[in-house]
């Protein structure tokens, strides 16, 4: 079994955005995989449909796909926010978000749909998980006509904001919108912090997306963010076990690899290209 395989451009050009969406593209194209480029960075917000679509054509003239868009936005705007002017401002985020994607071709985009505590950024609040719950859902609900008019899924994804921690929260969570363009964004690596990713998949089914490939290692019955190395293939996800689960619920969609190592921030001097040319190797490897 082989999947669609790609590249997130943060590996690629760090989180500043500097290295431009073709540069990034002519990477992607030198190791043989598809590009998840990065809206708010890399993409501007002030981005336009003509610029949009001359970058999909570059990246068709090269062969490279673009088929979902990632962002970091939501760390600081929240669709679950407490606030209505934050909140208001993370859907219009979301709405130029959709419209880019299809601009652009691509297929999903990845969303936070909330956080209850922002660990590392002590700024933010820590608001109610009933709160995040009501208010994202609520946000989502007016998202959803527009990503059905646009034909763009929205793939909520699991990470470490305190908020729908296990695949059955996911699940409850995702079904009570009853839209085939909602779903998840599957982070591999994120999952092992309480569970494991191939019990989210067989759980999930037809609702998983996109993937994101990263590994981790826990430690201490944890770990933090030093858990997530420069190894594809150093952790304690059972890539087997995920291709097999992926197999069994008929899963087509991309996998892109996303694997910055945390563990190094902020000292860390990213790009580091050397380990977004040996993550490259290694997702061939383990997806085909």
């Not at 708010?40 to 449909?49: F, S």
């Not at 859907?91 to 922002?118: C, D, R, S």
């Not at 890539?239 to 008929?250: D, E, S």
């Not at 945390?262 to 977004?276: E, G, I, N, T, W």
Request: charged share 20%; aromatic share 10%.
């Amino acid at each position: 079994m082989s999947f669609y395989t790609a590249i997130n451009y943060w590996v690629l050009g760090g989180f500043a955005g500097e290295k431009s969406a073709r540069d990034a593209i002519k990477d992607a194209k030198e190791m043989g995989l598809g590009l998840e480029l990065t809206f708010g960075d890399c993409l501007k917000p002030n981005i336009t449909q003509a610029e949009c679509e001359d970058l999909a054509a570059f990246a068709r003239d090269k062969g490279v796909g673009l088929r979902t868009l990632a962002t970091g936005n939501y760390w600081g705007v929240s669709l679950g926010a407490d606030d209505e002017r934050e909140r208001a401002a993370a859907i219009k985020f979301t709405e130029k978000y959709l419209q880019v994607a299809a601009w652009l071709g691509a297929g999903a985009v990845l969303v936070v749909p909330g956080a209850v505590q922002v660990a590392w950024d002590p700024s933010r609040p820590v608001v109610p998980y009933q709160t995040v719950w009501e208010k994202s859902a609520a946000s989502l609900r007016g998202l959803l006509p527009l990503a059905e008019e646009l034909g763009i899924d929205i793939g909520l994804e699991n990470v470490w904001n305190k908020f729908l921690l296990s695949p059955m929260e996911f699940k409850l969570y995702v079904e009570q919108f009853a839209s085939r363009r909602l779903g998840v964004y599957l982070d591999l690596g994120n999952a092992m912090l309480n569970g494991f990713p191939e019990h989210w998949v067989e759980l999930l089914g037809n609702k998983v997306k996109a993937v994101h490939a990263k590994n981790f290692k826990g430690a201490d019955c944890a770990g933090g963010l030093h858990g997530f190395g420069d190894d594809l293939l150093a952790g304690d996800v059972d890539f087997p076990a995920v291709v097999a689960a992926l197999g069994r619920i008929g899963y087509a969609g991309p996998v892109t690899a996303e694997m910055i190592p945390f563990s190094r921030l902020p000292d860390l001097v990213l790009p580091d290209m050397d380990l977004a040319r040996k993550t490259a190797g290694q997702l061939r490897t383990l997806f085909g």
